[in-house]
């Protein structure tokens, strides 16, 4: 592999539930209206992560079940689990099936990681994201609609890396996923201008790339 090759997620399983048993819906925490579930597995989380975000800006469903699984897509529990689930809540059946489209198209052609060496076992998540759905909104703690720079690499990388995003630009860390994570990897959502959000991700990739050529430069 090529260095700053995409690394494509593999949506593993998707599947509709027009009408959710109340009892379960009870332990789900949804609301009344909330009647239809789309469920969606994938081989890389942070990739799904976004894309239900992304879901949100698109119909009318809420993001109401999203976890990352031990070890990750390495340690699965079947062919079909990957390393994330994902489920999506909406009134109709209609409107479950325009949020997982829309959560599958994007995972497919926006959401990847990208390789920091040739040998391809070095990745990371450099994302930016112009306009955040009510999912991510929530999980930074900012308006709807706002930028964020959504930044996953290795636990030494991804420390480095967020050092330097936040130094490099006028950006704002809402969350520290600190190491160990599920997946054992480490990052932070950043928030500010779309520039600097921009600007963030080049500085942590610039971090992440220079540790691969040169890991113990210190």
Do not use: W
């Not at 592999?1 to 998707?14: C, E, G, K, N, W």
């Not at 992304?54 to 897509?73: I, Q, W």
């Not at 759905?133 to 609609?145: D, K, M, Q, T, V």
Request: glycine share 8%; proline share 6%.
């Amino acid at each position: 592999m090529a260095i700053l090759d995409p690394v494509r997620p593999t949506i593993l399983a998707a599947r509709i539930i027009s009408n959710v048993d109340q009892g379960f819906a009870k332990h789900l925490n949804l609301k009344d209206h909330q009647r239809s579930l789309a469920l969606v597995t994938c081989d890389i989380d942070d990739a799904l992560y976004v894309s239900l975000d992304e879901a949100t800006k698109f119909a009318e469903v809420d993001v109401v079940y999203a976890k990352s699984f031990y070890a990750g897509s390495g340690y699965p529990s079947g062919p079909l689990s990957g390393e994330i689930i994902g489920i999506l809540a909406g009134p109709t059946p209609a409107e479950a099936r325009s949020g997982l489209d829309a959560c599958i198209a994007y995972a497919e052609e926006e959401a990847c990681f990208y390789t920091a060496n040739e040998a391809g076992d070095l990745t990371f998540f450099p994302h930016l994201i112009s306009s955040t759905g009510s999912y991510l909104s929530e999980a930074a703690g900012i308006p709807r609609g706002e930028p964020l720079a959504y930044l996953i690499a290795p636990p030494l990388e991804a420390t480095l890396g967020l050092d330097a995003a936040m130094k490099a630009a006028g950006v704002e860390m809402k969350v520290f996923y600190e190491p160990p994570s599920e997946t054992n990897f480490a990052g932070g959502l950043l928030t500010g201008t779309q520039s600097a959000c921009r600007a963030a991700c080049t500085a942590f990739q610039d971090t992440v790339l220079d540790v691969a050529v040169s890991p113990r430069k210190y």
